[in-house]
Structures are given as structure tokens and as C-alpha cells.
């Protein structure tokens, strides 16, 4: 929390598997697993779409990791609706399908987004989530609180009611949804209202349980590209800042906790906006998109943390352990000096990742991450 608030801890913080963007993805964990000689039961997962890993503890401990997963539960009121094979619908009604990528590795992608038709009146009359659901919150205070008073790890918790873009484009779909903020501003306008009131509702539920014992509240919502921004800053500003400002605000008066904003990608031009409306600390800091990270700590290292940067798109997967650990140096260089870094992988750590990478980067860490920084 000392990094968080930008001041210089006795070590950098360490981040692997504390969320769904900075954990190994199933396969990934397994290998891990095996190189380390653990026998352990079946992976368990942060996210189903995801497939992102939840870590056990002695997997935490040998990372040194520093941050702990705190999730909303599944409903209890609410079946998934039957679907065919290899496909699954989730609580917003819109349809996944697995993807092989490898012969033994998978994702799960959008198939079918159920107001990819809609006019503004169909969006009252979609069938959404009930966020007050008990399912999600039942038993989590005394999970939270133990976790709190039995650990020392930062809580890093999620309740699954948060986003806005990335919802309104799988239940529209990806290019309807681009072409409303031209043609039908006022679906977008209505979409994003309708998901504000589920994600308020479903948040003060979560917060009212466990709000006090957490330490960072995670939330999300990719707003760009590895090349740029995937809407206009004037398209942020009309149409997702309002909401998002509303939400953050109502998260601060409910936790004490950090917030943590995750997008992937140059989002850059709008670092000024995430801090104006109340983001603590961003990620994933994608060093491949976002240029000279120097500079970027010079411009916002006094008003927001950086929270990731160890590259996953070619240092973890194709680099040797020595790139791995000079990549580990570089980015402590460039981003922890004053405070505000918490070291983490680049989003999820995929199967190309070998396990001796993962443990550069985490020993790597541990070694050059001790303040005062050389």
C-alpha cells in the first residue's frame, strides 16, 4: 500500500495471481506446476471465459507474490440456459465458443451478442443479471476477513459488476457497437445507463460484504489497441467517462481500498481522464504499445501507479532467462523509483511462457526490487 500511494516501500511489490490480468492461464499454471514438482489437484480458474488461473498457496509463496484474489461467488438463483456442445451463455446472455489455438490449449470467444439487433426499447426487456443475487457474496465477509487478519498479502478483490465497454460490445457485438456511437448515440447512452444501475447495484453488494478488509478493488474495461485508442478521446468523454466517474465515485464511498483500472493496449491519451475520475493505479503498462516508459513515469508518476510491464509478447515467451531478468531490471529502473510500481507479467502469462521465465521474473524481482533502488 506504501507503493500504491507513492512512496518507497522496503521492497517493490510483486503481483502473480492476484487478478484475472496478472496470473498464468490454465495451461501455463499447469506446466509451472510440473516444473516445480507440485502435486496438486485440478486448476482452479479466476475466470471461466478467461481460463485464468487461481494459484495455490505454496505457488504464491515460491513467487513471492504479494497479492491474493478476493472474487464474487456464482448465483444462486441463475442456471447457465442449455447450449451445444463447446459453447456456454453466461449471466449477461451472451454465448461463448471455445477456440483450440493449440492442439491442447483453448480461449473462449464471443459467439452470438443477444442485442445485436436491439433498438433502445429492447433494452429494458433483455433478460440481465440480477446483481443482488445472495449466490455472489455468500460466504465472502468471513473469507475476506480472515484473509485480512490471518495474511499479509494485499487483497485484491473483483466483483465481477464493473465494466462498460467491454460488456456493451459482447452483448451488441464488437462492430454494431462502433457504429452506434456514430449512428444511434442515444442506444449507447441507454446501454450504458442500464449497465451502470446493474453494476452499482451489484458492487454495493459486494463492497457492503467485504469492502472494508480489501486493500485494491479492481476493475476494467480495454479501451485500446495495441496501436491506439479503439474510441475517440471525444467518444470517451461523451458516452464512458460520465459512467465511469459515477461508478468510481461510489466505489470511494463505500471502500477505502484502491481502485485498480485495467486496460490493455495505448491508453495513454487518456491517463489524464482515469486519474481526473479517480484510478489509483493502471494496468497492465504494456511496454510493446505504450513506447518509453520513462517518460510516461515522468508525465503521471506523481498522480498515478503502474501496476505490471514485465513484456509478454516477446521477452517471457521467446526470451532466455537472462533477457527475462534484464527485462525485470529495466522496467524496476524505469518505473519503481519514488514508489508507484507493483511488478506483474503483461495480462495473463500464456502456455508459450516456460516455467523457468516465470521463476526468472519472479526471483528477478525479489533481487533488484529492494529499496533504496541501485
Not at 489437484?41 to 498457496?57: I, P, V
Not at 485480512?148 to 462498460?164: L, M, V
Not at 466517474?245 to 470511494?252: H, I
Request: proline share 6%.
Amino acid at each position: 500500500m506504501t507503493a500504491v500511494s507513492r512512496q518507497e516501500p522496503d521492497r517493490v511489490p510483486i503481483d502473480i495471481g492476484g487478478g484475472t490480468s496478472t496470473t498464468l492461464v490454465v495451461e501455463a499454471y499447469d506446466n509451472l506446476k510440473k516444473h516445480l514438482g507440485i502435486k496438486a489437484g485440478e486448476t482452479q480458474t479466476l475466470s471461466k471465459q478467461y481460463r485464468s488461473a487461481r494459484l495455490d498457496d505454496v505457488v504464491l509463496q515460491r513467487l513471492s507474490s504479494d497479492c491474493y484474489p478476493l472474487r464474487a461467488r456464482s448465483p444462486l438463483n441463475w442456471t447457465p440456459p442449455p447450449s451445444e456442445e463447446d459453447t456456454f451463455i453466461d449471466i449477461w446472455g451472451v454465448k461463448w465458443r471455445k477456440i483450440w489455438y493449440r492442439d491442447f490449449a483453448f480461449y473462449w470467444e464471443i459467439a452470438e451478442s443477444p442485442l445485436a439487433d436491439a433498438d433502445v426499447d429492447d433494452i429494458e426487456r433483455h433478460a440481465w443479471p440480477h446483481p443482488r443475487d445472495p449466490g455472489y457474496v455468500a460466504g465472502l465477509k468471513d473469507d475476506a476477513r480472515a484473509l485480512f487478519e490471518e495474511t499479509e498479502y494485499a487483497i485484491e478483490a473483483s466483483c465481477g459488476f464493473y465494466s462498460f465497454f467491454e460488456t456493451a460490445y459482447a452483448l451488441r457485438g464488437y462492430e454494431q457497437l462502433f457504429m452506434d456511437f456514430i449512428q444511434k448515440p442515444e442506444f449507447v447512452t441507454a446501454l450504458f445507463e442500464k449497465l451502470l444501475e446493474i453494476n452499482l447495484a451489484g458492487t454495493e453488494r459486494f463492497l457492503a460484504e467485504a469492502g472494508q478488509y480489501i486493500h485494491v478493488f479492481r476493475t476494467a474495461d480495454d479501451l485500446a489497441s495495441q496501436n491506439g485508442l479503439l474510441i475517440s478521446p471525444d467518444m470517451y468523454r461523451k458516452f464512458m467517462k460520465p459512467v465511469q466517474q459515477t461508478y468510481f465515485d461510489f466505489v470511494k464511498s463505500h471502500t477505502d481500498a484502491s481502485i485498480l483500472y485495467h486496460s490493455d493496449g495505448n491508453v495513454v491519451p487518456l491517463l489524464d481522464d482515469l486519474i481526473e475520475i479517480g484510478a489509483d493505479a493502471i494496468n497492465p503498462v504494456q511496454p510493446s504499445a505504450l513506447g518509453d516508459l520513462d517518460e510516461i513515469k515522468t508525465t503521471f508518476g506523481d498522480r498515478i501507479t503502474f501496476w505490471g510491464a514485465i513484456d509478454t509478447h516477446r521477452v517471457l515467451p521467446y526470451g532466455s532467462e537472462e533477457d527475462v531478468r534484464a527485462e525485470v531490471r529495466r522496467r524496476i529502473r524505469e518505473l519503481a523509483p519514488g514508489g508507484g510500481y507493483v511488478l506483474s507479467s503483461v495480462h495473463s502469462i500464456l502456455v508459450d511462457v516456460p516455467p523457468r521465465n516465470v521463476l526468472a521474473m519472479a526471483d528477478a524481482a525479489t533481487e533488484y526490487g529492494v529499496y533504496p533502488l541501485d
